[in-house]
């Protein structure tokens, strides 16, 4: 079965960092999407930073790009998303998630991702 585990939320000040990180299991890691999407409350799900695990291409939304860097390690299985420069508006539930095949409807479609994390709050404080 396809396990994800996110960790590494927390409450940091304006302009502070956090290292987001996503275990995966049950599936072959190199040979896929894996990233992370938010939600803050009220608004919908968005996408942050996928990474496709085959070539290390990378997918980031312009407002994290410059601030937020994602990468993976095949060996431990993991992703990490180290965010920097953090802003009050970063504040939301980031979720980690996973496709196998190709993206239909491109990488911010996260109803792409059939698989998903459990979620890990990130709260900035202005």
């Known amino acids: 079965d396809v396990q994800l585990q996110a960790s590494g939320g927390g409450l940091v000040h304006a302009g502070g960092s956090l290292r987001l990180s996503c275990q995966a299991s049950?599936?072959?890691?190199?040979?896929?999407?894996i990233g992370w999407f938010r939600q803050a409350p009220g608004k919908e799900r968005e996408g942050v930073s996928v990474?496709?695990?085959?070539?290390?291409?990378?997918y980031g939304a312009d407002s994290v790009k410059g601030r937020f860097t994602i990468s993976s390690d095949s060996a431990s299985h993991r992703v990490y998303l180290q965010m920097n420069s953090l802003k009050p508006e970063d504040t939301a539930v980031y979720y980690c998630?996973?496709?196998?095949?190709?993206?239909?409807?491109?990488?911010?479609?996260?109803?792409?991702?059939?698989?998903w994390g459990q979620g890990t709050q990130v709260t900035v404080s202005s």
């Open positions: 998630a996973v496709a196998l095949d190709d993206l239909t409807g491109g990488w911010r479609n996260w109803r792409a991702y059939p698989y």
């Open positions: 990474i496709r695990t085959s070539d290390g291409y990378v």
């Open positions: 049950g599936f072959r890691f190199d040979w896929a999407f």
